[in-house]
T-cell receptor, first 111, second 113 residues
Framework: ELKVEQNPLFLSMQEGKNYTIYCNYSTTSDRLYWYRQDPGKSLESLFVLLSNGAVKQEGRLMASLDTKARLSTLHITAAVHDLSATYFCAVDRVWDDKIIFGKGTRLHILP | DSGVTQTPKHLITATGQRVTLRCSPRSGDLSVYWYQQSLDQGLQFLIHYYNGEERAKGNILERFSAQQFPDLHSELNLSSLELGDSALYFC????????????FGEGSRLTVL
């Protein structure tokens, strides 16, 4: 069974600091996705990582994928309050048509 | 706006009742996924349909069922409702069966009293 684990599950940090959210998954997959959810809102796609070594950046967020280690990271640079949200990683496998999400990391950035 | 429409947005009902949640995917998207989001439980995968055919099931209770119609909209039926079924139910669509980039609806918040 595919399991997706994120850590930390909750992170409170000061504006201007850097931090990394980790996403580990249990079985082989070459595709990983990051989503953002604001409180009471829907989920929005942030990054699509489709191969080993993939790196994507958007503003202060950068995501990377290491399929050999079954690990993806979401790095936040010089955090700002607007980045406060819950971030989910998700993994899919072509052969079983499921997309499994981690429990999410609730990020709270203090102004 | 993701282009995925879910109705109703809010629903309050009693234990033992049955409800139907509806989802219209983005124009052209053939895949529809249903997820349940409970407090502190993340997103639980329920079921995936592709072009009218069931493709995968997750931890979906036997009291729950779903289908995707020829016009590609989907319905999630929840019956014999229990207090623990109270949650936010999301529908998401994708352009084909082989991509995990999902576009989510706004969700249907179900409260069972």
């Amino acid at each position: 069974e595919l399991k997706v684990e994120q850590n930390p599950l909750f992170l409170s940090m000061q504006e201007g600091k850097n931090y990394t959210i980790y996403c580990n998954y249990s079985t082989t997959s070459d595709r990983l996705y990051w989503y953002r959810q604001d409180p009471g809102k829907s989920l929005e796609s942030l990054f699509v990582l489709l191969s080993n070594g993939a790196v994507k950046q958007e503003g202060r967020l950068m995501a990377s994928l290491d399929t050999k280690a079954r690990l993806s990271t979401l790095h936040i640079t010089a955090a700002v309050h607007d980045l406060s949200a819950t971030y989910f990683c998700a993994v899919d496998r072509v052969w079983d048509d499921k997309i499994i999400f981690g429990k999410g990391t609730r990020l709270h950035i203090l102004p | 706006d993701s282009g995925v429409t879910q109705t109703p947005k809010h629903l309050i009902t009693a234990t033992g009742q049955r409800v139907t949640l509806r989802c219209s995917p983005r124009s052209g998207d053939l895949s529809v996924y249903w997820y349940q989001q409970s407090l502190d439980q993340g997103l639980q995968f329920l079921i995936h349909y592709y072009n009218g055919e069931e493709r995968a099931k997750g931890n979906i209770l036997e009291r729950f069922s779903a289908q995707q119609f020829p016009d590609l909209h989907s319905e999630l039926n929840l019956s014999s409702l229990e207090l623990g079924d109270s949650a936010l139910y999301f529908c998401a669509s994708s352009v084909d069966v082989n991509t995990g980039e999902l576009f989510f609806g706004e969700g249907s918040r179900l409260t069972v009293l």
